[in-house]
């Protein structure tokens, strides 16, 4: 029998982390050798968080699909070679 279609998962209880866990994800996800989707993944964490934790650190680092780095800063992005 399928589940009724509107039928919703029941939510998980509303976590809190140190600003010290907060960090160490940020910087995981500027390294740039893993998504920020992945290191979400990699923690059992929503992209939706980590997205907002990496944003109010003012750093957001994305590696292309062909290996290119790109990093914005307060909005202003630039373009590192691979391995800088």
Do not use: N, Y
């Not at 998980?12 to 600003?19: E, G, I, Q």
């Amino acid at each position: 029998m399928m589940e009724p279609v509107g039928k919703k998962k029941p939510r998980r209880p509303r976590r809190a982390f140190t600003s010290e866990f907060k960090a160490e994800i940020v910087e995981l996800c500027q390294r740039g050798d893993r998504s920020l989707g992945q290191v979400a993944r990699d923690f059992d964490l929503t992209e939706t968080a980590v997205r907002a934790w990496v944003k109010h650190s003012g750093t957001l680092t994305r590696v292309l699909p062909d290996g290119e780095v790109h990093t914005s800063v307060a909005g202003e992005a630039f373009v590192e070679a691979p391995g800088r």
